[in-house]
């Protein structure tokens, strides 16, 4: 099926774009935050599909100047063919050559961020030359550059920055400088290279500085200044803040040495890299050069380089020599050369290699994660379950005390589990509860032996497993959960009343967690996820803040005429300075490292960390603003359970906000998903900031891997010129997102739990856990075999409550 994207001129995303319009011409208080229009009552009905009804008072056609914002709009949701438009339109029709400047401005930022650089420049030229009144002059110089930059034009790149210093001094003078370094650098014109960077030096900026240091030692070294470049390394090493720089450090200095002709003392460096930072890259170049000069290298030490450097034949080369020649060592070299078989897919030789290393180094450090290293090969690689539990066992067998036992034993449990090996995984829970008794893990193993029992029919022994699991708990979470699945096997064997006193009981004890909610729910017979039956997605933002900025003045004590409306004192802030320069050229992860270094250094401070607050919101740094909203309610002595009824919605509705909305709506529509099941999605997913990049790879607002978004992608046969590069863009993000958990949903038979579970750890676990579970989602739950998901689902579970709480008429 071909997917067609509602552009800004049909449907919904229209009638959005036209309000927006308005509001940008009425000039809103909140030109960064996408709402709904006044007037806006969207009620779904007991599906999850919301319907929309509106009245509104709209233009049909923007004026230029409106049409600029929506552009501006579209833009920041990465909507670049709509924003394009709208761009071009306005500076077709507006007779301002002021707004024919934003809009030529507009379309520069959308071609960079397209990657068309030559029509990048193209724009700016035209802006430059026609329309030097601009006030957006100088960022299209500093644009300018940036797109020389990317074409390998680094004179002409590093002539534009020099353009930017002029029209705009005290912006981004240090980042500006560094960056015609790197221009000058790259055109080998090392000696403008060099004050570029001692300018950028020597100009206010975020870091330490350590890494100009190194440019200009560098640019040094280029230009033969040897002993200048030599004595800034030494002083970059004396104050470097990890390993890594002074690995660095160490092989760059080697190569000014070799420079110098004074060959011992470059290969000293090099061994001192090799030697004792084997984890950096740096020390692997500096193998290589110590290889190159023929010089000897410790054959242990050569074997941990190319290890961490992923060069695993050649470390397992290395570990074999340094094993002949040395049949009595301390282990190091079985255990790496065990990791460097396993690490290239030898998996029997990996496991045969551990073995060796556990039965003959026990005083090893690594001696106890060893045994762990080795079950996980065999389970997870090998598939030999029982092997790889039993691996576990005699690791406790061997050393019951360890810190490590209690987790063994459980992932043993775990692993007989996976196997449907019932009996032993009781029995291995219940030495955890019988062994370790004062141990968190020991209320945890007997709770999954009363899952183990309730999925097994066995209801009475899993009654008995529930209670005594309350008996052995000690947080509030695990006597919520205890209680609730005390109630369902009540309730399973007929006992209703008992269920309910068991429900009543577990949403007592931990207000807001997920097992307190769901035990609510299931007082109400309301299935997870239910959807309110009307809702309120137009909170009045600016009334809101009105009220916000009083509660702040008695809370904080602040005489009446104080005036909350902006920035106030932090106004002159470098950090706001140069982070709002680099947020408005779309430079947004470096303008949220300037805005989050001063909250940071503000974090005690209640006003202004809410006028920072404020300011974050309005243009669009959402997550920055969540966290200080969040501080702000700290600092007033507010906790989460307290906050609803003791601050201003304002700080809930800025805590769990309806952003990026008009994607979210329409998106929501057409997979037939609720809108506030989406946002709560997306803050669980990103905190709504949409180059937010994972851990794991997983990119923008909805968090999607590449090799999903190739998969999405040629479901719905858009967007036209993919690459992965778009899963930053709102608009995709939002598309592909809504889409997947769609698709899941239709694929797990509308199971939401299993639909999350899907979306975080894929398709053939949550079939798989489904089937365990059947359609209990209470049970589904405590099926999935990956923390991270179980976390996962329940986090979602707690946000969805909030959100239905803020927005639902009638909750």
């Known amino acids: 099926m071909k997917y067609t994207r509602p552009s800004i001129r049909s449907g919904l995303r229209f009638i959005l774009g036209l309000w927006l319009a308005a509001a940008i011409t009425a000039c809103s208080i909140f030109p960064g935050l996408p709402t709904i229009p006044p007037g806006w009552t969207v009620t779904p009905s007991i599906s999850p599909t919301p319907e929309a009804t509106f009245t509104p008072t709209i233009t049909p056609t923007p004026l230029p100047t409106a049409r600029v914002g929506v552009g501006d709009h579209a833009f920041f949701n990465g909507d670049y063919e709509s924003a394009l438009i709208s761009y071009q339109t306005a500076f077709q ?28 420049l193209a724009s700016i030229q035209t802006l430059i030359t026609e329309y030097p009144q601009s006030t957006h002059l100088g960022q299209a110089h500093f644009l300018q550059g940036l797109a020389y930059y990317r074409l390998n034009n680094y004179q002409a790149a590093a002539d534009a920055w020099q353009t930017y210093l002029i029209l705009r001094p005290g912006y981004l003078d240090s980042y500006v400088q560094e960056l015609r370094g790197d221009a000058l650098f790259e055109a080998q014109n090392y000696n403008d290279a060099l004050p570029a960077y001692t300018a950028a030096l020597q100009a206010a900026g975020l870091g330490d500085g350590i890494v100009l240091d190194l440019k200009v030692a560098s640019t040094q070294t280029e230009l033969g200044n040897y002993d200048t470049a030599l004595a800034r390394y030494d002083g970059i090493t004396a104050r470097a803040p990890n390993d890594y720089i002074k690995a660095q450090v160490a092989y760059e200095s080697g190569l000014v040495y070799q420079a110098l002709g004074r060959s011992e003392e470059a290969l000293g460096k090099f061994r001192l890299a090799v030697e004792d930072y084997p984890l950096s890259y740096y020390a692997y170049l500096s193998l290589l050069a110590l290889l190159e000069a023929g010089a000897e290298v410790d054959e242990l030490d050569r074997g941990l380089v190319d290890y961490f450097a992923g060069e695993y034949d050649v470390a397992i080369s290395a570990f074999d020599r340094y094993l002949a020649a040395n049949p009595v060592n301390d282990g190091t070299a079985h255990y790496y050369r065990a990791l460097a078989l396993r690490d290239k897919g030898d998996y029997n030789s990996a496991t045969t290699g551990l073995a060796v290393f556990i039965s003959g180094y026990q005083t090893h450090p690594r001696w106890g994660d060893a045994w762990g290293e080795k079950a996980f090969i065999e389970w ?20 019951p005390n360890s810190e490590l036992s209690v987790e063994y034993l459980m992932s043993a449990a775990r692993i007989y589990e996976r196997d449907a090996q019932y009996p032993q995984a009781l029995e291995t829970w219940a030495r955890v509860a019988n062994e370790y008794p004062g141990t968190e893990q020991a209320s945890t193993a007997v709770f999954l032996m009363g899952i183990v029992y309730y999925r097994n029919g066995e209801t009475v022994a899993a009654l008995d497993a529930f209670n005594r699991s309350l008996t052995l708990s000690s947080l509030a979470v695990d006597q919520a959960r205890g209680y609730l699945w005390l109630g369902k096997a009540q309730q399973k064997l007929g006992n209703n009343e008992d269920a309910l006193n068991a429900w009543r009981k577990a949403q007592t004890f931990d207000p807001g967690g997920y097992y307190s909610e769901r035990a609510r729910d299931l007082l109400i017979d309301r299935t997870p996820f239910t959807p309110p039956t009307s809702t309120n997605l137009a909170p009045n933002l600016i009334s809101e803040r009105k009220d916000a900025d009083s509660w702040i003045r008695l809370t904080f004590n602040l005489s009446a005429e104080t005036d909350l409306s902006g920035l106030g004192p932090l106004a002159a802030d470098p950090r706001i300075i140069r982070g709002t320069e680099l947020w408005e050229i779309g430079l947004y992860e470096d303008a949220r490292l300037e805005f989050e270094n001063l909250r940071a250094e503000i974090n005690n401070d209640a006003v202004s960390t809410y006028r920072l607050t404020n300011y974050m919101l309005d243009i669009g740094l959402y997550r920055s603003a969540i966290f200080a909203a969040r501080q702000i309610l700290t600092l007033a002595g507010l ?12 700080f809930s509705h800025v805590r769990y906000g309806l952003y990026y909305s008009d994607l979210v709506l329409p998106d929501a529509q057409t997979n037939e998903l609720d809108p506030l099941f989406i946002f709560s999605v997306i803050r669980q997913e990103s905190l709504f900031e949409g180059f937010v990049v994972s851990n794991a790879g997983a990119r923008g607002l909805m968090q999607i891997v590449p090799s999903t978004g190739a998969q999405i992608v040629s479901e719905l046969v858009w967007p036209f010129n993919y690459d992965e590069k778009d899963l930053y863009r709102p608009d995709v993000s939002v598309a592909f997102g809504t889409h997947y958990l769609g698709k899941n949903r239709s694929l797990l038979d509308g199971d939401l739990y299993a639909t999350l579970a899907a979306y975080n750890a894929g398709p053939g676990s949550a079939l798989l856990w489904k089937e365990l579970a059947g359609n209990d989602p209470d049970l589904f739950l405590e099926s999935v075999r990956f923390e991270e998901t179980r976390n996962y689902i329940r986090n979602i579970y707690e946000i969805y409550v909030i959100y239905r709480r803020l927005y639902g008429l009638a909750e």
Do not use: C
Request: glycine share 4%.
């Open 93 to 120: 029709d507006s007779p301002d050559v002021l707004v024919q400047a934003a809009a030529k401005w507009g379309e520069a930022r959308v071609h960079f961020s397209e990657e068309r650089y030559e029509d990048t």
């Open 639 to 650: 906790d989460d359970h307290t906050e609803s009824m003791m601050a201003p919605p304002y």
């Open 380 to 399: 997870y690689n090998q598939g030999s379950y029982t092997i790889a539990a039993k691996t576990l066992l005699d690791f406790v067998t061997a050393v």
